[in-house]
């Protein structure tokens, strides 16, 4: 099992909607969780980091943290053209190491 | 500078050859991360320096890999012996590590694109 998961898609969203992007990750003492969006060619830029459970809110973006479940989320909501790339889900435990493991990445893909 | 610098842009090199790619990361920085990155895929964790210390190199795939950071700033990526299957971007990294705190975000750099003909 990888330790973090995540659809590759392509995921195709109707500009304006919401876009809503899934990550489970199998390390249960994990501790950080973080979303970051990269366009291709680009490296990748963070754009949210939780690491309570619930969700937490930045602008058009929500991370949501479900650690019973291993689950983490992340909405974009309003979705634009410019939102268009591939969202990479990271997590860390400090307790192991200092190391972040990405998943493969979704590609998320808002259609005009 | 203000961000992460990565050096060269692009590496194309032949098979067997030795090569080098440079992180300057940003000032005042103490954390530096190389990763590798295929198409498709996520960053893959290389090695981790906490300031002259390779404080984890755990991802460096064989003995082919090395990476030195000998004054706690700038870090040179060293493979020798290239291979077909080590064409990738290298990315690198850097945190202001701040002891006791659970989340440091990394600034990632442009990467350097090596393609081994």
């Known amino acids: 099992q990888k330790e973090v998961e995540q659809n590759s898609g392509p995921l195709s969203v109707p500009e304006g909607a919401i876009a809503s992007l899934n990550c489970t990750y199998s390390?249960?003492?994990?501790?950080?969780f973080f979303w970051y969006r990269q366009y291709s060619g680009k490296s990748p830029e963070l754009i949210m980091f939780?690491?309570?459970?619930g969700d937490k809110e930045d602008g058009r973006f929500t991370a949501q943290l479900n650690k019973a479940s291993q689950y983490v989320s992340l909405l974009i909501r309003d979705s634009q053209p410019s939102d268009s790339a591939t969202y990479l889900c990271?997590?860390?435990?400090?307790?192991?190491?200092?190391?972040?493991?990405f998943g493969k990445g979704t590609r998320l893909h808002i259609l005009p | 500078g203000a961000g992460v610098s990565q050096t060269p842009s692009n590496k194309v090199t032949e098979k067997g050859k030795y090569v080098e790619l440079r992180c300057d990361p940003i000032s005042g920085h103490t954390a530096l991360y190389w990763y590798r990155q295929s198409l498709g895929q996520g960053p893959e964790f290389l090695i981790y320096?906490?300031?002259?210390?390779?404080?984890?190199d755990s991802g460096l795939p064989n003995d082919r890999f090395f990476a030195v950071r000998p004054e706690g700033s700038v870090s040179t990526l060293k493979i020798q012996r290239t291979e077909r299957g080590d064409s990738a971007v290298y990315l690198c990294a850097s945190s202001l590590t701040i002891s006791g705190h659970s989340y440091n975000e990394q600034f990632f750099g442009p990467g350097t694109r090596l393609t081994v003909l």
């Open positions: 939780i690491y309570s459970n």
């Open positions: 320096f906490q300031g002259t210390g390779a404080a984890d």
């Open positions: 990271a997590v860390n435990n400090m307790n192991r190491d200092d190391k972040i493991i």
């Open positions: 390390d249960r003492g994990s501790q950080s």
